[in-house]
């Protein structure tokens, strides 16, 4: 690293793509639309990645030159957290920002929290990356259909019922005198469906996705989640990430709307384009409806079989702000809507701040030995504000929106 400081100022980020198959493409192609750049002709626009991570670090440009942000934080950490972030992260960024667009579904998939997360990226790192766990929220841009999170035990042995060649598979069985049991002993019950649904060999896996799909076509009117398995049936023929879109909540997102998947909730996004913040780890642990690493077995030994993990996320907000409570130390997050001629001002600034434009134009102001300088910032640019810049100004002619991620 050449710099020798880090000048207390705004920075403009320089963000890049992650192409991954299940992303949107031409005509829909969102996430280069949205940054304003040219969309390549079939070239699949999954994730936007803005932050510090060592696969894919956002830069920042010095006097000419490009440097990668994590770099940077490296050799300047308090200049660009600030001495209390830098401190309790150990010199790095504790958050990973992204937009995320999905065309159809990603992996039937859970995050290990911290201390699985050490031990797998130990015995594994080439598959878990990171030492760290991944705590998440979505925030819908403009819709997210989801699964998340497991049905109740009613509702779980309801789909064994109508789907018999469900419960044949493995056997299952349930009297009248089971049907109100403990909580404790429903989550048990549920756990080992999964865990043996999960694990059925691959001519029962066969035969009964292929009856499930007919049995759904015969359907008048079939649920929201049984019209997800024949679209993903489509996409994946004989999977056994399927049988989780029967047994997991459909979720429906709306603008502004949000859901947060802690360690061990199981989960699939299905399609939208989302906002997505989460502590600063790749680490996924998959099982289906994917070509990449599948570990079966260490997702159903962490998994969260607790029905009531799945709650959409109910933003505090006032005429300008909406915050999303996230009970984790390494961001918190807000969406902030201006009419015409707001302003946001710092004065007492002491750590790393990311804002993104979702809509509109900004200034930003700020003083460097006492001169003032400004900069003009445009929907989709994401903008860095360092740990030493004390005081900042955001001011807008028409309406805009921003999201602001910082440390609590």
Request: charged content about 25%.
């Amino acid at each position: 690293m050449d710099l020798k400081n880090i000048s207390p100022k705004v920075y403009k980020l320089y963000n890049s793509y992650q192409n991954y198959d299940w992303g949107t493409k031409n005509n829909n192609a969102f996430i280069p639309k949205f940054v304003g750049d040219e969309v390549e002709k079939d070239l699949p626009y999954a994730e936007l990645w803005i932050g510090a991570h060592p696969k894919l670090s956002s830069k920042i440009l010095i006097d000419g030159k490009y440097y990668s942000l994590d770099k940077v934080i490296e050799a300047f950490p308090n200049e660009i957290l600030g001495e209390r972030v830098a401190e309790k992260f150990n010199n790095k960024l504790p958050f990973l920002l992204k937009i995320l667009s999905a065309d159809r579904a990603l992996s039937i998939q859970t995050h290990p929290n911290k201390s699985t997360a050490e031990i797998l990226h130990a015995k594994d790192p080439i598959n878990y990356p990171d030492d760290n766990h991944k705590p998440e929220i979505a925030i819908a841009l403009d819709r997210l259909n989801a699964i998340v999170g497991f049905k109740s035990f009613q509702e779980i042995v309801k789909i064994l019922t109508k789907y018999i060649e469900l419960a044949d598979a493995i056997k299952f069985s349930l009297n009248e005198n089971q049907k109100n049991l403990p909580v404790e002993k429903q989550k048990e019950i549920v756990k080992n469906v999964y865990a043996e649904l999960m694990n059925i060999g691959e001519d029962t896996l066969i035969k009964v996705i292929t009856s499930i799909n007919e049995k759904i076509k015969s359907e008048n009117n079939p649920l929201k989640e049984e019209k997800e398995f024949l679209k993903q049936f489509r996409i994946f023929g004989n999977d056994v990430g399927l049988l989780s879109i029967l047994l997991f909540n459909y979720v429906k997102l709306e603008k502004d709307e949000a859901i947060f998947t802690d360690a061990g909730i199981p989960h699939a996004y299905l399609e939208g384009n989302i906002i997505e913040c989460m502590a600063n780890s790749d680490n996924v642990v998959r099982a289906g409806l994917t070509e990449k690493y599948k570990d079966v077995e260490t997702l159903l030994s962490i998994l969260n079989y607790d029905s009531t993990s799945n709650k959409k996320m109910k933003p505090y907000h006032n005429s300008t702000t909406f915050k999303y409570p996230t009970p984790i130390d390494e961001f918190k997050i807000s969406i902030n809507n201006f009419s015409k001629h707001n302003e946001h001002i710092e004065e007492n600034n002491s750590s790393i701040k990311i804002i993104l434009i979702i809509y509109g134009n900004f200034i930003v102001e700020w003083k460097e030995d006492n001169v003032t300088f400004s900069r003009e910032f445009e929907k989709g640019e994401a903008i860095l504000i360092p740990g030493n810049l004390k005081s900042y100004k955001l001011t807008n002619s028409h309406s805009a929106k921003f999201v602001m991620v910082e440390v609590p």
